[in-house]
């Protein structure tokens, strides 16, 4: 699995643009998802064209929740490339021409590929299980890292984290994690890096992660 992080708060790559809001590509099984889409579609497309992501190859997709900051350049993409979108039920598409697929309870998106289903009514996250473990992207945890790995661990062993974590703090639900990737929100991003130097990645536009 490949995960390129497209829009966050920091770059990675000093070639590309930083701003409040997340994207990431995720590349697995066949499939190129596109999680989230950033606040502004000049920057989500700016970055792509430096990160040779072409749009056209992406197959779908997956909204975590209706904020602007991870909503903003969805329908520039759509425009551009109008595939199936999972989003959470307590996000509004006013737009009918948009293949939305509602998303309540956990469900299988295809083999391997999960969503959590959307906790406390805001937001889902997305689960990718290999033979070595899963892996967790989330966009902010509104709803607690606690209930999205709980969510995640019906489907196999968490290993990995990557994503917008807000004001998480409950810093002992890494222990049993291999590697985590706080980005975006995350209010407590020092504090993790040096409780867990050894399993701990920085994010940024342009960061690549082969897990």
């Not at 509602?102 to 033979?131: A, C, M, Q």
């Not at 709980?150 to 917008?164: D, N, Q």
């Not at 002992?172 to 890096?193: A, G, M, S, Y």
Request: aromatic share 8%; with cysteine.
């Amino acid at each position: 699995m490949k995960v390129t992080i497209i829009y966050d708060n920091t770059a990675w790559d000093k070639n590309l643009k930083s701003d409040w809001g997340f994207s990431c590509l995720v590349e697995v099984f066949g499939k190129n998802i596109l999680f989230d889409t950033g606040a502004k579609a000049d920057i989500l497309d700016y970055n792509m064209r430096q990160l040779r992501i072409d749009p056209m190859q992406i197959d779908e997709v997956f909204i975590s929740h209706s904020h602007s900051d991870h909503t903003g350049g969805l329908s520039w993409f759509l425009n551009l490339n109008p595939v199936k979108v999972y989003i959470p039920c307590s996000l509004a598409v006013s737009d009918d021409t948009v293949t939305a697929i509602r998303v309540t309870e956990k469900r299988k998106l295809h083999d391997n590929i999960y969503s959590t289903g959307e906790l406390k009514n805001i937001e889902h996250s997305l689960i990718i299980r290999e033979p070595t473990g899963v892996t967790v992207i989330a966009g902010c945890s509104h709803p607690g890292v606690r209930e999205i790995l709980h969510a995640a661990s019906e489907v196999g062993k968490v290993r990995t984290l990557i994503g917008g974590l807000h004001g998480f703090n409950e810093f002992n639900l890494i222990d049993n994690l291999e590697t985590v990737c706080p980005t975006h929100c995350t209010q407590f991003i020092r504090e993790i890096k040096d409780l867990y130097p050894d399993k701990t990645l920085e994010g940024g536009a342009g960061k690549v992660i082969v897990i």
